[in-house]
């Protein structure tokens, strides 16, 4: 009996850790520094998103480079990559594709472009223009930065956030903080997505 005590205590205890364990980032942070160095764009912060991460955690990361910190973070969707193929694991794994109107997500880095009229959330949106091969249809395929009433504006876990068609959408107040963010920014910001 004492065994099966200590074999569930110890079953909850590595649960637990796995579900809050932190990811290090540091080589992420490194290399998008360089990069919008390099390239003009706003050297003072980027965006990563970390679709590895359950949906319903925080996973769109705001890193300061000037103070080596994540300065703020809340969900975002991925997509739900399920017009060409049946996709069962569509709420717990990301899967990416560039192709159109798959609905899947996207990896790599973008340039956050022009802001615009969206109809979903706050009615705004930025155009995504993706950097790499692996979301170069960005675009093309219409995956922008949006807010959508249906995304929490805190952590779910254990539920899942809904699924979007490709894009990172966020909560609205989530939103609201990261336009006012956007327009007072002189230079572009890079948003990354990894996996």
Not at 43 to 53: R, V
Not at 75 to 89: I, M, P, Q
Request: hydrophobic share 35%; net charge positive; glycine share 6%.
């Amino acid at each position: 009996m004492k065994r099966c005590v200590l074999l569930i205590f110890l079953l909850a205890v590595c649960c637990n850790n796995s579900n809050t364990e932190k990811k290090n980032y540091a080589d992420y942070h490194v290399n998008a520094k360089k990069y919008c160095k390099g390239n003009g764009f706003n050297d003072h912060y980027y965006f990563l998103l970390d679709l590895s991460l359950h949906s319903g955690k925080n996973r769109f990361f705001v890193y300061d480079f000037n103070t080596g910190e994540i300065i703020d973070q809340n969900l975002v969707t991925h997509g739900s990559c399920d017009v060409f193929e049946t996709n069962l694991t569509k709420y717990t794994k990301a899967k990416f594709d560039v192709t159109t109107d798959s609905h899947c997500s996207m990896k790599g880095k973008y340039k956050i472009g022009k802001r615009d009229y969206s109809s979903w959330g706050i009615n705004v949106k930025y155009w995504l223009e993706g950097l790499e091969v692996s979301n170069k249809s960005a675009v093309e395929r219409v995956v922008v930065l949006h807010s959508w009433e249906k995304v929490a504006n805190t952590e779910i876990f254990p539920d899942y956030s809904p699924l979007s068609w490709g894009c990172p959408a966020v909560s609205n107040a989530f939103m609201e903080k990261l336009d006012k963010k956007l327009k007072a920014s002189d230079k572009p910001v890079l948003l990354w997505i990894i996996e």
